[in-house]
């Protein structure tokens, strides 16, 4: 049972890949799981008062990129894997203002990337939720602020993981981000592996055929397994 941050830490380093809490229609394991020992999310729990400040101390400490890089919900990336998945997943933001904003000022929140571009909160909040699935930002710490409640600062992937200039070949990896996700579930479908990634069925279909023995099922879904 994850009762530490660096026993969460541990355990996301070795998962590779992981949700921060369990999601029906994605194959991922999460940290909930390890932290509560039961797939039932329950509110509240001493399990979730753990959780709920691990999500933000984690990165704070650089341990684990923490963000929602993977089913557009919030998941846990070993700090190792963070170059290849922008490799596989990334995509360029040269253009938008909140991107710019963090790029000239540092880590910002949603309050102080309204005042730095002049966006509404919707617009701030849509984008901000776009740039992490797009690997272009990341969750960097808490800010202290007025009220019960501290606000989360966002940080450029690139920035806060010292993500290299030369990353490898997209192909590449994603077939060793296909072959984590296979080894976490021992079986998938295309869909099962499109829906952790997000990638098409037909992309997922084809990484799979790379890397593991495809066979059909009874009812004629094509699943596969580790050779």
């Not at 909040?125 to 007025?146: G, P």
């Not at 997209?170 to 479908?189: F, H, K, N, Q």
């Amino acid at each position: 049972m994850v009762r530490t941050l660096a026993a969460a830490a541990g355990w996301v380093d070795e998962a590779g890949l992981a949700l921060l809490f369990p999601k029906a229609d994605i194959v991922l394991p999460s940290l909930w799981e390890q932290v509560a020992g039961e797939r039932e999310v329950r509110w509240p729990s001493p399990p979730m008062e753990f959780l709920w400040s691990a999500k933000d101390e984690l990165p704070a400490e650089g341990l684990v990129c923490v963000g929602k890089h993977l089913g557009r919900v919030v998941a846990c990336i070993a700090p190792r894997l963070v170059p290849v998945l922008v490799a596989a997943n990334g995509d360029a933001a040269d253009d938008d203002p909140v991107v710019e904003a963090v790029r000239q000022l540092g880590p910002l929140t949603g309050p102080q990337l309204r005042e730095a571009t002049g966006l509404g909160k919707k617009e701030v909040e849509r984008s901000v939720a776009s740039l992490h699935h797009r690997l272009v930002l990341t969750s960097s710490h808490l800010v202290e602020q007025n009220g019960p409640w501290g606000a989360l600062a966002h940080d450029l992937v690139t920035r806060k993981w010292s993500v290299p200039a030369v990353l490898p070949p997209r192909d590449e990896a994603r077939r060793l981000l296909a072959a984590i996700v296979l080894d976490g579930a021992r079986e998938l479908t295309a869909a099962d592996l499109g829906g952790a990634l997000g990638w098409r069925r037909k992309e997922a279909a084809a990484i799979l055929d790379e890397i593991a023995e495809g066979r059909d099922d009874e009812a004629g879904f094509r699943i596969w397994a580790r050779r």
